[in-house]
């Protein structure tokens, strides 16, 4: 599987990580990556795989080896978005697909590290890409759409009032995935199931 960064999956890690659920799912048999990271150390307040294994790895008997951050020392992001690519060739086989890949949205309908008005948004190549961000100053490597296209299930978490108008121009607007990426999420064999909350559908019930 592949983790969301950002602060929505906190909670769902760290219900994950407790001794009521943390026993259900067989945590030796799952392979951990991410589905996006900002190009900063793992002690960085700003790094997802700090979050991920703060709320939820440090607490679950994963092997060490079955948990690929998205970041390593002494490379460059692009060099790196090349040997993660590799590491998922050699664990998910060259057909590429993940069991599940959770994902988050931003106030502005970007997932992962696909950001509006973005050269990644058209990768059709590369499984994992890395670039400098602008709007944000900050390094990023991700997986590319098609990559996130071919999991088997993609689930995508959205809560707040603040992604009301993004969330309905994701899932009820006219098509412009270049000002709303998130609509990109169109799994190809698999199922993508968005959980929202209240009010972050406001918009949706409003439209419907
Ligand atoms: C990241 C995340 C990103 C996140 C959205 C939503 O690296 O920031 O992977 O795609 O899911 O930005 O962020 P919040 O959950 O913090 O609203």
Same mark, same amino acid.
């Given at each position: 599987m592949a983790l969301t960064g950002g602060s929505s999956p906190v909670q769902l890690y760290h219900i994950l990580a407790s001794p009521l659920y943390r026993g259900q799912i067989a945590w030796d048999k799952v392979f951990i990556f991410w589905g996006d990271e900002r190009w900063v150390d793992l002690e960085n307040e700003k790094s997802n795989a700090k979050m991920a294994f703060e709320s939820l790895l440090n607490h679950?008997?994963?092997?060490?080896?079955? +948990?690929?951050?998205?970041w390593a020392q002494g490379h460059d992001p692009e060099t790196y978005a090349h040997h993660y690519e590799q590491l998922l060739q050699q664990?998910?086989?060259?057909?590429?697909?993940?069991?599940?890949?959770?994902?988050?949205?931003?106030?502005?309908?970007?997932?992962?590290?696909?950001?509006?008005?973005?050269? +990644?948004?058209?990768?059709?190549?590369?499984? +994992?890409?890395?670039?400098?961000?602008?709007?944000?100053?900050?390094?990023?490597?991700?997986?590319?759409?098609?990559?996130?296209?071919r999991s088997?299930?993609?689930v995508v978490l959205v809560n707040g009032q603040k992604k009301g108008k993004a969330l309905f121009e994701v899932l009820k607007g006219n098509r412009n995935p270049t000002a709303y990426p998130a609509q990109l999420i169109q799994p190809l064999k698999g199922e993508a199931l968005w959980l929202v909350d209240e009010a972050a559908a406001s918009e949706l019930a409003l439209n419907d």
């Open positions: 679950l008997p994963i092997p060490d080896g079955q +948990v690929f951050p998205m664990h998910l086989g060259i057909m590429g697909s993940f069991d599940l890949i959770l994902l988050g949205m931003g106030e502005d309908g970007h997932t992962a590290s696909l950001f509006p008005d973005t050269e +990644v948004l058209h990768e059709q190549s590369q499984w +994992v890409s890395a670039y400098y961000l602008k709007t944000k100053d900050i390094y990023r490597i991700t997986l590319t759409f098609p990559t996130i296209n088997k299930k993609i």
